[in-house]
């Protein structure tokens, strides 16, 4: 069905983030679609990450409204409530975040058996199967602490995908990465928005923000300053804004 | 303190000093740091005081090794004493440490607050009073459902000695988990883990390495403190060793018998001091 995959899975309307007397979100409104592969560039601490953070629930919004699927984020209040919405929507993190004294095929597990209450050898095999799909299969038993920057990417990505969530975010996930290993990274990504994973990415990556992105939003200042496909925004911003943070990192 | 100038010199000296306090606060209690120098002058003093009870005896006296190896079984039973009274202050005050550290850290703001105050109480009142409070602040013995159970002086001691354990344990837990980075307990949150797991799977895992080199360091001070108790009158090795002084009434054996209990407590607690000491520098570089 056509309309079903243009309905929109994330609404961003008019989202209020402050923390204490610092507002970082000034009125963000955005939407993807399911299915859809959104980018978010701007400088830093325009409030990428707090924006990720608020879709996922992680921190709560002032104003405005967050709906993510079936869930209105801005309404949940219960730790239950936000927990359903986490297992809908998965977050990979600059730092990895991996749990150090687990090991690789661990940290995939452990989500999905002790939070989704699944059978752990039905778990098991999903999780190899995930460490396959992100080319870590030789290294499942290795703790986080023997693997690269890479690697321990691909593992938190597996570890995002193994709670089978409808919407993926990843903030900034290649920042913190040397030049070599970037690339096996956006790889995974890649191949996960081809296979339909709705994607909400913060990147520096414009080339590949470019090449994979239906629509980038360009932030600064806790808001949106310009929104438009790839193509268009890389190559005719229309803001000045837009142009002079284009300009320094293209 | 008064002048708002700060003094060039006193700088290196009082960060030395504030670093040292900071690490102190970290592990939770005063940094126990053995080393061989004091087993050799501990030594000395014990061949020191060996000559001079040697020097002051009257010739029918038996020699004052003799003497020493004579007393030994007792002094020995003594301290076996002193070490059950460290492992179960130390088992009791774990436990409960355990759960006081994790209520520092609880979301509901008068647990937090009762936890705080409480560790912070036991923590910095000295260990004699606290101990004299159970000894005297406890019964001699309490009447359950008809029964009446006597509460031995020694039972009273280990209480006592177990409080200061469980508000040091305290805040060493309550430190380890603070010392886990934030984003840890937030990769769990995406994850869905609710507070719970996360403290019990992901966050306390990790803090053991972190806990043990304090935890070891906390229980050769706590076993140092078994003396303590001879105050209140238990029969650890010190009270032992003032008996058998008293039946000897050779006042030159007060050096020579001191040392050698002291000799005693340097020999268990040196390998634990020098393990901590190891442990810590390997987690160091770990992490
Ligand atoms: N937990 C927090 N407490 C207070 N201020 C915060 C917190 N997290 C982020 N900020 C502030 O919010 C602003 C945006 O941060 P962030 O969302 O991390 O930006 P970006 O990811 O675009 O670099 C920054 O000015 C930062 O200092
Ligand atoms: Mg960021």
Same mark, same amino acid.
């Given at each position: 069905m056509p309309e079903?995959?243009?309905? $929109? =899975?994330?609404?961003?309307d008019d989202v209020h983030q402050s923390f204490g007397e610092v507002e970082v979100l000034k009125g963000v409104s955005f939407t993807v679609a399911k299915g859809g592969v959104v980018c978010i560039i701007g400088p830093s601490g325009s409030g990428k990450s707090t924006l990720l953070r608020c879709i996922n629930g992680l921190v709560p919004i002032q104003r405005g409204s967050i709906r993510v699927a079936s869930f209105d984020v801005h309404a949940l209040r219960t730790d239950k409530e936000k927990i359903a919405l986490r297992k809908e929507v998965s977050m990979v993190f600059q730092q990895y975040n991996l749990f150090p004294h687990k090991t690789a095929l661990q940290n995939v597990?452990?989500? $999905? =058996?002790?939070?989704?209450?699944e059978k752990p050898d039905e778990v098991r095999a999903r999780a190899i199967a995930l460490l396959t799909k992100v080319g870590l299969a030789a290294k499942q038993d290795a703790y986080p602490g023997e693997l690269s920057g890479?690697?321990?990417?691909?593992?938190? =990505?597996?570890?995002?995908?193994?709670?089978r969530p409808e919407v993926m975010l990843f903030d900034e996930v290649t920042a913190a990465l040397d030049p070599e290993t970037v690339k096996e990274v956006l790889n995974t990504i890649r191949g996960l928005a081809q296979e339909g994973m709705t994607c909400i990415l913060v990147t520096h990556e414009m080339r590949f923000a470019r090449e994979i992105a239906d629509e980038v939003h360009f932030t600064d200042g806790g808001r949106i300053v310009e929104s438009a496909p790839p193509a268009e925004l890389f190559d005719h911003p229309k803001v000045d804004r837009t142009r002079a943070f284009l300009s320094q990192v293209l | 303190m008064r002048q708002p100038q700060v003094l060039p010199v006193l700088l290196p000296a009082a960060e030395r000093l504030a670093k040292a306090a900071m690490r102190e606060r970290a592990s939770g209690a005063r940094a126990l740091r053995l080393e061989p120098a004091h087993g050799v002058a501990l030594f000395a003093a014990f061949v020191l005081g060996c000559g001079v009870a040697q020097a002051q005896s009257r010739s029918y006296d038996p020699s004052i090794l003799a003497t020493i190896w004579k007393w030994t079984p007792l002094l020995a039973r003594g301290f076996a004493f002193? !070490?059950?009274?460290s492992f179960v202050a130390m088992a009791i005050g774990s436990i409960a440490g355990f759960f006081l550290g994790f209520a520092q850290i609880s979301l509901l703001p008068a647990v937090k607050r009762g936890a705080w105050l409480t560790t912070h109480f036991f923590r910095n009142a000295p260990w004699l009073v606290l !101990?004299? %409070?159970?000894?005297f602040l406890l019964p001699f013995q309490v009447t359950v459902f008809g029964v009446t159970i006597p509460i031995p002086d020694w039972t009273k001691a280990t209480l006592g000695l177990a409080l200061p354990v469980m508000a040091n344990v305290s805040e060493i837990v309550r430190g380890a988990i603070q010392s886990i980075p934030t984003t840890q307990w937030e990769a769990a949150a995406s994850l869905a883990f609710n507070r719970r797991q996360t403290q019990w799977m992901i966050i306390f895992p990790q803090c053991i390495k972190r806990m043990l080199p304090p935890w070891m360091n906390l229980y050769a001070i706590l076993t140092m403190s078994t003396v303590l108790a001879s105050i209140v009158g238990v029969n650890e090795m010190m009270t032992l060793t003032q008996r058998a002084l008293s039946a000897e009434n050779r006042p030159g054996l007060l050096l020579a018998f001191y040392s050698y209990v002291l000799l005693w407590f340097f020999v268990y607690c040196y390998p634990i001091a020098r393990w901590t000491v190891r442990l810590?520098?390997? %987690?160091?570089?770990r992490q």
């Open positions: 079903a995959s243009t309905r $929109p =899975i994330v609404v961003v597990m452990m989500a $999905p =058996i002790h939070v989704l209450r890479g690697q321990q990417q691909r593992v938190a =990505i597996a570890r995002s995908l193994a709670m | 002193n !070490l059950a009274i !101990l004299f %409070y159970c000894m810590e520098a390997r %987690y160091a570089v």
